[in-house]
């Protein structure tokens, strides 16, 4: 077949997706406890949406996106992230009229036109939150918090939490042009990239990944100098926060997100053992956000944590997680009677709680014993011409290889007692 997945994808099979399964099961019941509720906003979103919430002058809206006009000249974008899309919802269904704070996840697909490699994809997938509605620098604690928790009961170790501020765009303003006046003897030295952030946003050159303009970061100037009362204050609060909370962390003073409406906290956690894709989850405060996209001013703090990377690590960290598929019975048939009858039973069976299969494709005896076997079944029984007219069958403990009469009418009580 010549046909392929889409470059940059992935089909996610089984086993492999009960690992995503039981990766959502556990999160989604911490985010119960943490009172978060799921959001589902669309896949596809007006281009302009992503323009005005995540920024003209970053990657993401200058390369990655994948927009296409629709059949009614709409431009149409793919998501790239879900942050600007929760705000939009939160806008739009006027949710703002209720109490505060609202506190929202999203699980689900995302697409970046990005050149793939491991940890990094075309379509990828986010477990993202979002707490609107108030600028209380508990809840940056709070989603650091519950990120990291969902990592741990995970069974993920050795992560590392790097936190920033960003200030508010009136600190940014004297903090970008004292980076201007830093990098200006070296401009010629830095990439393309880099060179046309020195006008448009400075802050982006010290997330620049490129080595010659890594090497004229140390030393640059710090935000915190320049940082107002106000955002200094915030940020104090949530190194407190996080103190009394005993979460280790690191200050990063090259850790941005580098757009007017991230306001305050930025953070990363990181996890080395995934090489050049080490970040598992990132997020900030978004305090302009709103305003951007609808005129309102509401602040927002979330993150965002990719789904890939989480099952790298695991799989980095060799961690075991308990995921079950195995059968209860296995129904063994011969005859073309014992097939109906067996499929009758299944289906009280499967009421009745039972995970149970039998044969379709007219086995031997052997060859579905082998059936069972493979499907892990704890038990078995057998069906053939003999067992139906006496109403009575073997039951077979397939590990122990005990085995028991019973009456074919009591199967379904007798698995139920067994399981
Ligand atoms: P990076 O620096 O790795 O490109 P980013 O800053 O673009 O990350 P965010 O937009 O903050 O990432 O997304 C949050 C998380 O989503 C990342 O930390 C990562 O786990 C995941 N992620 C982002 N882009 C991809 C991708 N192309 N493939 C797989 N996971 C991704
Ligand atoms: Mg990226």
Redesign the pocket.
Known sequence: MDITAPRGTNDILPPESLKWQYIEDTARDILKRYNYQEIRTPIFEETQLFQRGIGEATDIVEKEMYTFDDKGGRSITLRP?GTAAVVRSFLENKIYGQAQPTKYYYFGPMF?Y?RPQS???RQ?H?LGVEVLGTDSPVLDAEVILLGLQILAELGLADLEVLINSVGCPECRTEYREQLRDYFAANLEDMCSDCQSRYDRNPLRILDCKSKECQQHLEGAPEIYDSLCTECSEHFDQVKNHLDELAVDYTIDPALVRGLDYYTKTAFEIVYTGLGA?D????GGRYDGLAEEIGQREIPGIGF???I??IILALEEQEVELSLTVDLDLFIITIGEAAQKTAFKYLAKLREAGCRVEMDYLDRSVKGQMKCADRTNAQYSIILGENELEAGVATIRNMQSGEQQEIELHNLVSEMESRT
């Open positions: 992230e970046r990005e940890g990094r994809y990828f986010q894709q970040t598992i989850f990132g965002a944590m990719g890939e990377r």
